[in-house]
C-alpha cells in the first residue's frame, strides 16, 4: 500500500472513531440534536485513485482543452469561484478564467457550480440545483434522469451519473456544434446508442496504454472501458476525496473540543432564534428539499434554447408542479465559507447578503445590483435580461416568503462565525503532477 493509500485507510479509522465518540454524551455542554451521523459509501482506495486521474484529465472534453477539475477545483471549495463560469472556449482557472478569444464560448454556464462535499454520504440521493438526476430503485437502472432510462444505464448511481452530464453538454465540456468529434455527435443527438458519444470518450480513454494497464488492474485484465464506468470511477474519487466530517464543530460535537463565543452565539441562533436548522438541518445541514427565495436571476437562464424567456424556472422543469417555480435545492452548508459565491447562479459572493436574502427575499431581490456577483468579462453576455423584465421580476417576488427572522449585524457576523466552524477543507489524494493522457492539468 502507497503513501496516499494509507493515508486513505487511516482517515477511513479517524472518522470511524469520531462517529463512535459522538455516541458518548458530553457533561455541561448544550448541543443541537441532529439524528444519526451519516453513513459515508467507502470504494476501494484503487477505484479512488484511477478516478483522480479522469477527474483531473482533459481528455474526457470535446476540445481536450476542460476536466471536470476546471470547475470544480480544491482551489475553489471544490467550485469555481464564480457566480456563471464558462467552460469549453474558457482559459484561466478560478475567478481569473476569461473567454479564449480563438474560440469564444457561446455563454456562460447557466447555473453556478455546484460544490462536491461529502456527496458520499448515502443520504445524498438527489443532484444539480433542481434535481432533475435521483437516485431512484423503481427505475430500471435505479436511476432517473430528464434523458431516460437508457441515460442511466451502466452508473452505480445517481452520484455517478451526474458526473458525466457536464462531460455531454456544449457549454460545460463538450464544445459546440462543429468544433470536434464529441460536439457534433451530441448535436446530432446520439449520446448512449452504439458510435455516439459515450461510445466515443470511452474509445479515447481506452487507446491510452497507460489507462488500459489502470482498467486492468481495477476491474481485471481486458475488462471493458465503457462511458458509465468512466463515471462509476470518478463519483468514487468524489466520494473519498471530498469526505468532510471532522470539521472544528464535529470536533465540538464529540466532545473534543470547544467553539469559539462566537461561533457559539453563532450555533444558538443557527439551531434557535433564527430558524437556519429548518431547512439546513441534520449533520450535514440540508433537508434536501427545494425552496423559493426569489434570489435575483442572472445570465443566461435555464430555458431550453427554443424558449423566449431567460428565466430559470427551477424545480418546476423538473415536476411540472405550480409551487415548485423557482425552488433550488437547499444545499450543504459543510464548507460554505470555501465556496462562494451562493445561490443556484452565485448571485451574491458575499456570504451575508445571502443570508440577508433568507430575511427579506423581496427587498434584496429589488435593490439587487449586477456588481455582487462574480462573473468574468464576456462582450455577448446580456446578464441583466431578468432584473430589466418587471414581470419576470413580479413572478420571482410573488413566491417568495421570508425564513429566517430579521437579525442584527452582529447576530449575522456570528452565525457566519458558525459557519467557519463547519470548515474541514479534506483532501486526501491531491492533485495529480500529471494524467495519462499527457494533457495539462488545472493547478
Not at 5 to 13: C, G, H, S
Not at 312 to 340: E, M
Not at 371 to 380: E, F, G, I, K
Request: aromatic fraction near 6%; include cysteine.
Amino acid at each position: 500500500m502507497g503513501p496516499a493509500m494509507a493515508n486513505i485507510a487511516n482517515l477511513w479509522r479517524l472518522a470511524a472513531s469520531l462517529t463512535v465518540a459522538t455516541a458518548m454524551p458530553v457533561v455541561g455542554q448544550t448541543q443541537p440534536d441532529l439524528g444519526p451521523r451519516p453513513v459515508f459509501n467507502t470504494p476501494h482506495a484503487d477505484r479512488a485513485a484511477l478516478g483522480q486521474l479522469l477527474f483531473y484529465d482533459p481528455i474526457l472534453s470535446g476540445n481536450k482543452s476542460v476536466s471536470c477539475a476546471t470547475c470544480h477545483h480544491p482551489r475553489f471549495g471544490t467550485a469555481d469561484g464564480l457566480s456563471l463560469g464558462i467552460g469549453d472556449g474558457g482559459i484561466g482557472l478560478g475567478p481569473d478564467r476569461k473567454p479564449d478569444p480563438a474560440n469564444l464560448p457561446e455563454q456562460r454556464i447557466p447555473r453556478n457550480a455546484p460544490a462536491l462535499w461529502n456527496l458520499g454520504a448515502i443520504e445524498f440521493t438527489t443532484f444539480f440545483h433542481d434535481g432533475r438526476l435521483q437516485d431512484d430503485p423503481s427505475q430500471p437502472h435505479g436511476v432517473r434522469t430528464p434523458l431516460g432510462a437508457d441515460m442511466a444505464e451502466g452508473f452505480d448511481s445517481a452520484l455517478a451519473a451526474q458526473a458525466m452530464f457536464p462531460v455531454l453538454s456544449p457549454d460545460e465540456m463538450a464544445g459546440h456544434y462543429a468544433e470536434n468529434d464529441i460536439s457534433k455527435t451530441v448535436r446530432l443527438g446520439l449520446l448512449s446508442q452504439p458510435g455516439g458519444a459515450w461510445d466515443q470518450l470511452a474509445a479515447r480513454v481506452s487507446e491510452i496504454p497507460e489507462y488500459r494497464a489502470k482498467f486492468d488492474a481495477v476491474n481485471g485484465p481486458g475488462s471493458p472501458i465503457t462511458f458509465p464506468e468512466i463515471g462509476n470511477l470518478i463519483a468514487d474519487f468524489i466520494r473519498v476525496e471530498w469526505r468532510a466530517d471532522n470539521s472544528a464543530f464535529d470536533r465540538y460535537m464529540a466532545g473534543g473540543s470547544s467553539l469559539t463565543d462566537a461561533q457559539t452565539l453563532g450555533m444558538e441562533l443557527f439551531y434557535g432564534e433564527a430558524g437556519c436548522a429548518a431547512c439546513h438541518s441534520g449533520w450535514l445541514q440540508t433537508d434536501h428539499d427545494f425552496h423559493a427565495l426569489a434570489l435575483p436571476q442572472i445570465g443566461p437562464g435555464k430555458a431550453a434554447r427554443f424558449e423566449n424567456h431567460h428565466r430559470d424556472d427551477g424545480r418546476l422543469r423538473v415536476t411540472g408542479a405550480a409551487a415548485d417555480a423557482f425552488a433550488f435545492r437547499t444545499p450543504s452548508l459543510r464548507n460554505v465559507t470555501l465556496t462562494a459565491p451562493y445561490g443556484h447562479d452565485g448571485a451574491f459572493a458575499d456570504l451575508g447578503a445571502m443570508i440577508r436574502q433568507h430575511m427579506d427575499p423581496v427587498a434584496s431581490l429589488q435593490g439587487y445590483q449586477l456588481s455582487s456577483a462574480v462573473l468574468p468579462d464576456l462582450s455577448t453576455a446580456k446578464d441583466d435580461l431578468i432584473l430589466q423584465s418587471p414581470q419576470d421580476m413580479a413572478a420571482l417576488a410573488d413566491v417568495a416568503r421570508p425564513v429566517t427572522p430579521m437579525l442584527s449585524s452582529g447576530q449575522i457576523d456570528a452565525i457566519i462565525a458558525f459557519l467557519h466552524a463547519l470548515e474541514d477543507p479534506a483532501e486526501r489524494l491531491g492533485i495529480p503532477d500529471r494524467v495519462p493522457s499527457g494533457l495539462p492539468v488545472d493547478r
